[in-house]
Each structure stands twice: as structure tokens, then as C-alpha cells.
């Protein structure tokens, strides 16, 4: 059994990574930290896990009892602990912030298995990548990969509400999300820079912008992505090359039909459809912002580490009805 231990436990993503690794066949929780829940059945305040598990939330920190550590902090906070606290060698980490993902002086491998399995089999530290991120970089990295990103690529993609995390803010409460729309951080989303890492990855430079339109959804989970490519490449082999590329990924398809967004929905994979027109191609990708966006993604990084079954314990159902 892999030996786990979840910092950040009480927010949104430590809930859900919670629920995934309870069905997970060769993974044992150590302990969920909260200090400002400490002492509470993690239960009451992820109410959906009641009669799952009698787990308890913990201020402590045994890291010598666990083999991996999930980092389910807020943006800038996993840093800040690592120069506070000292981590055993033998303690592997996967990050889910953006603290490290960006290549720099650290040994952190970027955790998009489509593109770093390889890397993500031997690293001792994950860098998880960002929701918005994995749905815009699995759109275009096909593309990348035929060498097409040579224009201005146009991304607008939606996201559920559980994406702002579990704090209440203005723009997250029932009355102003529901039945709402509304855009933030126009060209300026901070997952612009790991998107294009990627892509300079994969095609060898990448002269042309990522023009991101965020969009805020009147629903809880899931992101559905557009992204407009300028080319003049035949159909046919954009198609066959998309096909390609996910053939052999896990959690990665693509869709000969277009698809929505509840196909994706509960679960740890990610569409892709492609329609070609004069010169341009839309490709449209979907996922779920707290699975293939977050945990999902991470305990599939998880067990490409620890070398077992790659779905193992992310065999989930879509919410398609």
C-alpha cells in the first residue's frame, strides 16, 4: 500500500482527492491535515464522504509514516512550507499549486502525462498542472506536435464554480453565480505560462500568443474549451494526427462526435473533437477542473511514480444524467 499523507486537507481539492483515494485499491491515507479542523471527522465538512470513512482531520505531521505527501495548498503557500519544514528523502511530492511549475532551479517534473510520462515514472517530486492549463495545452499540443501554432491561437474556455476554491468571495456565492457569466483576468490568467512551456515542449518554439478568455460558469464543476487555430493544413491530417497523439493516453480521447461538457464530469478524463474549416481549425476539449484539472490528475501521477496501474482507483463514472 502507498502511504499518504494530504496537507490542505479541508479545502475542495483536499475533499476530493480524499473521496478518490478512498476507492483507490493500494492506497492507504496516513492522515489529513487541517489545523483549524483538527479533531473533526472529515466527514462533516465533506459532507458527501459520511459513511465513507471515520477519518479524522490532524494538526500533526508524521512524514516519516507516509511515502508520498499531497500539497493542496493555495497558490505561493507550498514554497513557503518546504523553507519551514524538513521532508524526509524518502517522502516523494506532488504539488498542486503553481509553485513549481515552471522549469527553474528545482527538480520539480511538470505532471502532464501526456507529454512527461516518461519524466513522471522516475521523478521523486510532481509539479501538478493547473485545470484551465490541461484542458487548453490538451487541445493544442496535437497541433503543436504537426508544427501549427504559428498565429495567435484564440482560448476561451468556462469553468465551474469549484475552481475559486472553497472560500466564499463575491464572485462564488449562489446568487451572483447562478443563471451569471462573467469574465476575469483577460490575456493575463496565470496558466498562460505553463500552457505555453508546454507547447514550446512539444513543437520547439512557439512565436505566437495564447490569446485566454476565462470565463466564470453558472454551474459547480467542469471546463469546456475552444481553442481557434489559423492553418492552412489539410483536414484529414489534423484529424489523424490528433488521433495519434492520444492513442496511447489513459485518460486522453478523441471524439469523432462534438462533445459537452457532462461527458467529462466526475471523472479523470479528458475530449477532444476537432472541426475543420477554410483555413482555420476549432478544436474543443472538456474536463473536469477538480479530476483531470487537479486530483485526478495527480493521483494518476501518483501511480505512474510508484509504478502500478496507471487508472488504478480513477475508474469513475460521468454525471451524464
Known amino acids: 500500500m502507498i502511504r499518504i499523507g494530504i496537507l490542505g486537507a479541508a479545502g475542495y481539492t483536499g475533499g476530493e482527492l480524499i473521496r478518490v ?14 489545523e483549524s479542523n483538527a479533531g473533526n471527522l472529515v466527514s462533516d465538512v465533506h459532507e458527501g464522504l459520511l459513511g465513507d470513512t471515520s477519518l479524522r482531520f490532524t494538526d500533526q505531521m508524521p512524514f516519516e509514516q507516509v511515502d ?3 500539497f493542496c495548498f493555495g497558490h505561493g503557500k507550498s514554497l513557503q512550507f518546504l523553507q519551514e519544514h524538513t ?3 524518502h517522502v516523494k511530492i506532488i504539488d498542486l499549486a503553481q509553485d513549481f511549475r515552471i522549469k ?11 507529454i512527461n510520462r516518461q519524466e513522471i515514472l522516475k521523478a521523486h517530486h510532481v509539479a501538478n498542472p493547473g485545470c484551465f492549463a490541461t484542458a487548453i495545452q490538451l487541445a493544442l499540443l496535437p497541433a503543436a506536435h504537426l508544427n501549427l501554432l504559428k498565429d495567435d491561437v484564440s482560448v476561451n474556455a468556462i469553468t ?3 475552481g475559486a476554491g472553497q472560500k466564499p468571495g463575491a464572485t462564488t456565492h449562489f446568487s451572483w453565480r447562478t443563471d451569471n457569466l462573467s ?5 493575463q490568467h496565470q496558466h498562460i505560462a505553463e500552457i505555453c512551456q508546454s507547447l514550446r515542449q512539444v513543437q520547439g518554439y512557439l512565436n505566437a500568443d495564447i490569446d485566454f478568455i476565462p470565463y466564470r460558469g453558472p454551474f459547480a464543476r467542469g471546463i469546456f474549451c475552444t481553442a481557434v487555430i489559423k492553418t492552412k493544413a489539410p483536414a484529414d491530417d489534423i484529424v489523424a494526427a490528433y488521433k495519434d497523439f492520444y492513442a496511447q493516453a489513459a485518460f486522453t480521447h478523441y471524439s ?3 462533445i459537452d461538457l457532462k461527458q467529462v464530469v466526475n471523472t479523470n478524463k479528458a475530449l477532444v473533437h476537432v472541426d475543420c474549416f477554410e483555413g482555420k481549425v476549432l478544436v474543443t476539449s472538456a474536463i473536469d477542473n477538480l479530476l483531470k484539472g487537479a486530483v485526478g490528475q495527480a493521483v494518476q501521477n501518483m501511480n505512474l511514480m510508484f509504478g502500478i496501474d496507471e487508472t488504478a482507483g480513477l475508474r469513475l463514472k460521468a454525471s451524464a444524467f
Do not use: M, Q
Open 256 to 258: 469523432d462526435k462534438a
Open 104 to 114: 527553474g532551479e528545482h527538480d520539480y517534473v511538470y505532471g502532464l502525462p501526456e
Open 68 to 70: 508520498v505527501l499531497f
Open 183 to 187: 469574465i476575469y483576468k483577460p490575456f
Open 21 to 34: 483515494l478512498l476507492g483507490h485499491p493500494e492506497a492507504e491515507i496516513v492522515f489529513a491535515n487541517s
Open 87 to 89: 521532508i524526509p528523502e
Open 160 to 162: 465551474g464554480s469549484t
